[in-house]
């Protein structure tokens, strides 16, 4: 990496969290210059505007949540318990999002649907991927047998998803990571006594 991307990497790194705790209206410039100790040139020398900075932290904190939802989903040996791996990523998830300063999906997802429908839009198309992905496991545990031929897979993964952020939300908000665990123990009975053969 050359030097100028390390330091937009760096920028993007260090004011992710923080727009996704203060959200989108609240970030402002000086917020983003103390917290990098850089100056207003430093950062508009990297990013055209704030929602530039804005989409591309929204990215980085996504980006890091996916890839580490899909590091503990693939330690299943079987769709079906790869499908289990997802309850099993968010009973942590309370700890583990601390370094985004909360769920970006949610925070960023709530705050900019009032405040900027670019990023909005963006909220809305990782929401489709998760969707899809959750489908997607679905349809493998059908066609290795594991789970039954007569779910509708986009059905339950629009159920899991649903739960999921609402037990996200309730965490947050009364600091209690009982909601969390809870949807985990949930998700894996439905999966197991509704969908599983």
């Not at 370094?99 to 709530?110: A, E, K, M, R, T």
């Not at 909005?120 to 545990?141: D, G, P, T």
Request: hydrophobic share 40%.
């Amino acid at each position: 990496m050359s030097k100028s991307e390390r330091t937009k990497a760096f920028i993007i790194e260090t004011v992710a969290p923080i727009f996704n705790k203060n959200g989108y209206a609240a970030m402002s410039l000086s917020k983003i210059t103390e917290a990098t100790g850089l100056t207003k040139g430093a950062i508009y020398g990297h990013f055209e505007n704030k929602e530039e900075l804005a989409i591309e932290s929204f990215k980085f904190s996504v980006r890091k949540v996916l890839k580490d939802l899909n590091e503990t989903v693939n330690k299943g040996e079987t769709p079906l318990k790869m499908l289990l791996n997802v309850a099993l990523f968010y009973e942590g998830y309370y700890e583990y999002n601390k370094q985004f300063g909360g769920c970006p999906i949610l925070n960023i997802g709530v705050d900019a649907n009032n405040q900027n429908k670019v990023i909005a839009q963006l909220v809305q198309s990782y929401n489709h991927r998760i969707l899809e992905k959750f489908s997607m496991l679905i349809e493998k545990a059908k066609e290795t047998d594991e789970i039954k031929n007569s779910i509708d897979s986009m059905l339950y993964a629009k159920r899991f998803f649903y739960m999921i952020e609402g037990a996200v939300y309730m965490t947050h908000i009364m600091n209690d990571e009982s909601y969390l665990k809870d949807v985990s123990t949930v998700l894996q009975q439905i999966i197991k006594q509704e969908l599983q053969k």
